[in-house]
């Protein structure tokens, strides 16, 4: 695992007028996933592909575990280092084990019996059955298979950080959303440093733990969505994320953050009469529920103690998006 911290970095090429990025600061913590937000041209490519190197910054450090990337040769440094991009770019005239394998036999470091093994290992940890797909060609799999192979192929060197420009972004919407949930079913067994470009706010919202917004270069927020969503750091931000959109807001607030503390709302001895709710659940989850219950409250339910969290009602649930509302910026930059 890694955490990767990015100082005051800066990239102006050559011939143009202002920095493609421009003295941006922030950290991704180790086993997090952190989405690069904003409008094309922001500056977000730049930004991933100064951390392997594909790019040399003008200024600034990326720091990896505290060792700069700048003092590493280039090539160590991409084999602890993923990279998914939108054109996997597989080669046709090899199967895809040997797809796989080749990426690993560049890199080094790996005897031929452990090199079989790892390709069958990574294509199971992709979805793709090795008996089944082992022996195929690139044009006898479909763009999502194919993405899966291209993320197989980053995972061969066990890397501890995954750099994916748009990696789903040519897939229809629903391989896209299939393969989103995948990469959150990998994510939760290998728990990657992962910085991920999207131009898909619903994308950001569903992998991110933290999400990054540029605007021309400069960083203008950073949190989590329920941050972004609650206190957009300015109109920008709201409109990018959809701010104003009270159903998005519910979707992304917990359930717990809603609990009614007034004791006339609901009494804790009418707490087993009313229907249950479970303490993941989002507000907007709960909204339904209440609605279609008809009930006066729900009861948030705790799985390791008999005495649940408390009730939700519709009058607790609209307090706390206003109240979320009302609060001031998390964290500007500028
Ligand atoms: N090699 C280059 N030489 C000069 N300018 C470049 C180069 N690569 C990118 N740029 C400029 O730098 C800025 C940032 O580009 P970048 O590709 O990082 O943005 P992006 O946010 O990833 O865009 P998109 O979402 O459209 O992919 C843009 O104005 C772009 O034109």
Not at 313 to 325: D, F, G, M, V
Request: net charge neutral; with cysteine; hydrophobic share 40%.
């Amino acid at each position: 695992m890694a955490t990767i911290v990015f100082q005051q970095i800066t990239k102006h090429y050559a011939g143009t007028n202002t920095p493609a990025v421009d003295a941006v600061s922030f950290e991704v913590p180790e086993g997090s996933t952190c989405m690069l937000v904003g409008t094309s041209g922001s500056g977000k490519t730049t930004l991933l592909r100064m951390v392997n190197r594909l790019i040399e910054p003008t200024s600034g450090e990326i720091l990896i575990d505290g060792k700069n990337v700048l003092s590493e040769n280039p090539i160590q440094l991409r084999r602890r280092i993923g990279y998914v991009i939108q054109q996997v770019g597989l080669f046709p005239h090899l199967t895809i084990a040997e797809n796989v394998r080749v990426t690993a036999e560049i890199t080094g470091g790996w005897d031929k019996r452990k090199l079989a093994s790892r390709v069958d290992e990574l294509l199971d940890l992709v979805g793709l059955p090795p008996h089944e797909f082992r022996k195929r060609y690139p044009r006898q799999l479909s763009g999502g298979q194919q993405q899966r192979v291209g993320l197989a192929r980053a995972l061969t060197t066990d890397p501890s950080i995954l750099l994916m420009d748009e990696p789903f972004g040519a897939l229809d919407a629903i391989t896209r959303a299939r393969m989103q949930d995948e990469l959150l079913r990998i994510q939760r067994d290998v728990h990657k440093t992962i910085l991920f470009v999207s131009h898909d706010i619903e994308e950001a919202f569903k992998l991110g733990n933290q999400i990054a917004v540029l605007s021309e270069g400069r960083l203008v927020q950073m949190g989590s969505p329920v941050e972004l969503l609650a206190r957009p750091a300015n109109s920008f931000v709201s409109q990018l994320v959809g701010a104003d959109n009270r159903m998005r807001q519910l979707q992304f607030l917990s359930v717990l953050d809603a609990i009614d503390g007034r004791p006339e709302a609901v009494s804790s001895a009418h707490w087993g009469d009313l229907p249950g709710i479970a303490a993941d659940t989002s507000l907007f989850d709960a909204l339904l529920q209440l609605l279609s219950t008809n009930a006066p409250a729900l009861v948030i339910t705790n799985p390791s103690s008999d005495t649940p969290y408390g009730a939700v009602t519709l009058a607790s649930l609209t307090q706390q998006i206003n109240r979320s509302r009302q609060e001031t910026p998390v964290e500007t930059t500028r």
